[in-house]
């Protein structure tokens, strides 16, 4: 099976994730230095009579024992996404921010629920380039309508925000979009860091709605091989850039559906940056092998195949149909795919832990990857 490799062995004319800008190689060893940092202001809490779980260090969430019950907080952007649903508004007329809210929303609210928690506030952060942004009345409605709507399907309050216009900081016509959410583990008992996680545990894969809102610097980037740019048809009668813009699953009904129905994940990965290579998360000495993989929406295959990525690159980089993974008890696999079926999410039982290394390995694809290949602790 393959495993980490030069991009040197990709073809010559092979588009990959560090080419459109990203280098994770870059980037994550400074997240591990800051984790580090952080971790020594835990002592911070003691004086208010509250204690970090030490578990959450490195995880999706963040979670404080607060006594009753465990409260989880994290704070996500949207990366660059807004920047196809602007270039579609001057192609089509089309306002696209009702579902670039949603996909902000659910880039912390599926980060959130990882750890077991129940979102309860969600705060917006609005960065504008400048107040003219906020001048076209379409798109401002279509952003507020659509963040309140995504606050619905999960439950949550929005609580507030901040609407800055950063000219000489954020482009001018351009908005940098976050979240910040706060939930409960309650009861404690739903806490699901991987204390439980173990070989024989079973994995199910929640389906995905296309690219979600990560790996957008290659899909731009990609663009510039399109003789039609967004507007190139990808299936009949849907372009390039309308798939893209297809919004980001929301996962917290599913989780919150399982807890009622008394299923407890061990673990859980929401399959964001570094594609499938976040399924292994957790620390523990545990390989993730697989069997089955989902069907890979349209759009990430098109990408693919114009990009030119093997399937160790597209799977390293891109959710490839798979946006969120559970880990439970084999015993409860079936179960927790009905429950999500019944909530309009295509889910399938694709894998299992066992012993031996830590590595994820996709036998349909005869693709491996390596503990090296993830370092974000």
Known sequence: ????????????????????????????????????????????????????????????????????????????????KALVADEMKALTGRSHYAGIAQDTIAMAVNDLITVGATPLVVQAYWAAGGSDWFGDAERAQALVAGWKAACDTCG????????????GIVEAGRIDLAASCTGIVNPKTRLSTGDQLAAGDAIVLLASSGIHANGLSLARKLVERLPQGYLTEIAPGLSYGQALLAPTVLYSPVTEALFKAGITPHYCANV?????????????????????????????????????????????????????????????????????????????????????????????????????????R
């Open 156 to 167: 949550v309050a929005w609580g507030g925000g901040e609407t800055p216009a950063l000219a």
């Open 1 to 80: 099976m393959t495993s980490r490799r030069p991009t040197d062995a990709l073809p010559a004319d092979a588009l990959t994730y560090e080419q459109a800008g990203v280098n994770y190689d870059l980037i994550d060893p400074l997240k591990v230095a800051a984790q580090r940092a952080a971790a020594a202001t835990a002592t911070n809490l003691a004086p208010h009579g509250f204690t970090e779980l030490t578990a959450s260090r490195g995880e999706s969430a963040y979670v404080v024992d607060v006594g009753p019950f465990y409260l989880a907080s994290i704070v996500e952007c949207l990366g660059s």
């Open 272 to 376: 964001t940056g570094h594609g499938w290579r976040k399924l292994m998360r957790h620390p523990a000495e545990l390989t993730y092998r697989f069997d089955r993989v989902p069907a890979v929406p349209p759009v990430l295959a098109f990408i693919q195949q114009r990009a030119r990525l093997d399937d160790h690159e597209a799977y390293g980089t891109l959710n490839m149909g798979a946006g969120f993974a559970l880990y439970v008890a084999a015993a409860d696999a079936e179960r927790t795919v009905e429950v999500a079926r019944s909530l309009g999410i295509e889910a399938m039982v694709a894998g299992r832990v066992e012993a031996g290394p830590k590595r994820v390995v996709i036998e349909p694809l005869n693709v491996s990857f390596g503990a090296d290949e993830l370092q974000l």
